[in-house]
């Protein structure tokens, strides 16, 4: 009933920069919070950054500085700008929304991941 599209990732050398994003769409009551995880091969899945409706975000201390999270509220879409990039942020990246859908309560819906691989 919803659904989620990621695009943006890729392939990059050390200190580039990419730029994913997510957008929302489907039967959307209303968007409380969106961001970023993502999950490195024998490691567990790990909050990024994240983004609430009035605008407050949060980073991974690992990324601060050089990662931001922004969205735009019309288009239900998130994103998040990846600059100066290590080799350790390879990963896949995962776009999260909390929202709630017409007929159903407050919920966490995920993207499929996008592959962000930094190379050194």
């Known amino acids: 009933q919803v659904q989620l599209v990621e695009s943006g990732g890729g392939l990059v050398q050390g200190g580039g920069s990419l730029r994913l994003s997510c957008a929302a769409s489907g039967s959307i009551f209303s968007i409380n919070a969106m961001g970023w995880y993502r999950q490195a091969p024998g490691k567990q899945r790990e909050l990024v950054a994240a983004i609430t409706s009035a605008g407050t975000t949060n980073y991974a201390d690992s990324v601060k500085g050089r990662f931001t999270i922004s969205r735009d509220n019309a288009k239900n879409t998130v994103y998040l700008q990846m600059s100066s990039l290590k080799p350790e942020d390879t990963a896949v990246y995962y776009c999260?929304?909390?929202?709630?859908?017409?007929?159903?309560?407050?919920?966490?819906?995920w993207g499929r991941g996008t592959q962000v691989t930094v190379s050194s």
């Open positions: 999260n929304v909390h929202m709630r859908v017409f007929g159903t309560p407050q919920n966490d819906y």
